[in-house]
């Protein structure tokens, strides 16, 4: 299921303000059937039963604002600036037989040893500012500059934000100079810097029921 909603809004000339909000949501309901005949690579079945149920909720909404100005006859300023909320939220669980004690009787209470399963929970949330500041001089020139900041709840309260900026300048140089002489119709010149981060961290946490092992698998992103 998704949806999304959007509204625009011109403030004067040159100025626009938009806000959208969304949502994606999808639920997964599984079963398997392992009959007493099945025969795979490394075993021979005593037969299995299992439930398999995952959920995950994405919601994203996000403001901006957008400034276009013509400053002359030669140079034209482009800005925007803005924020944004996501928030996700994963959860899975499965439990499953060790061998059925009636075969294809495929129920849960018919395993013929404990039960095995296992369950995880994900859940994220992360709060941005953002800018763009795009200029544009003689038609063929043009710089941009952008910077985000995150601030991510998979991080310590203490350090959970990070900037990443980016730089860039291009030139349309044959609008310059004439490359007829070398067979040179159109060229452009284009150089960039930009520097990025990732604050994801996943946190994963497995119960085998059949043997009361708990394991935690964690991922550090490197800033």
């Keep these: 299921m998704f949806g999304q909603l959007k509204l625009d809004y011109n403030v004067l000339k040159g100025l626009n303000l938009t806000v959208r909000t969304g949502m994606n949501q999808y639920s997964l309901n599984r079963t398997y059937k392992e009959p007493k005949s099945y025969i795979a690579y490394d075993y021979v079945s005593n037969g299995n039963f299992s439930l398999v149920t995952a959920n995950e909720l994405n919601l994203n909404t996000d403001f901006i604002a957008q400034y276009v100005k013509d400053l002359g006859e030669n140079i034209v300023v482009r800005a925007s600036a803005g924020g944004a909320n ?3 939220t994963y959860r899975y669980q499965d439990q499953s ?3 059925l004690v009636v075969p294809e009787f495929y129920n849960l209470s018919n395993s013929a040893n404990p039960l095995r399963g296992r369950n995880s929970q ?3 949330k992360v709060n941005s500012l ?3 500041l795009d200029l544009e001089f003689f038609g063929g020139v043009f710089l941009g500059v952008t910077g985000r900041k995150d601030w991510v709840s998979t991080l310590p309260v203490k350090n959970n934000s990070f900037f990443y900026p980016s730089v860039s300048l291009a030139g349309v140089v044959s609008d310059f100079t004439d490359l007829s002489s070398m067979n040179v119709s159109f060229l452009k010149l284009r150089a960039s810097w930009s ?4 604050g994801q961290i996943t946190v994963l946490l ?3 029921v059949s043997t009361g092992i708990t394991r935690r698998l964690f991922r550090i992103p490197v800033l």
């Design 206 to 208: 497995t119960i085998l």
């Design 130 to 132: 953002y800018g763009t």
């Design 86 to 88: 996501r928030w996700r």
């Design 195 to 198: 520097r990025v981060s990732d």
């Design 97 to 99: 037989t060790d061998g």
């Design 122 to 124: 994900e859940e994220q």
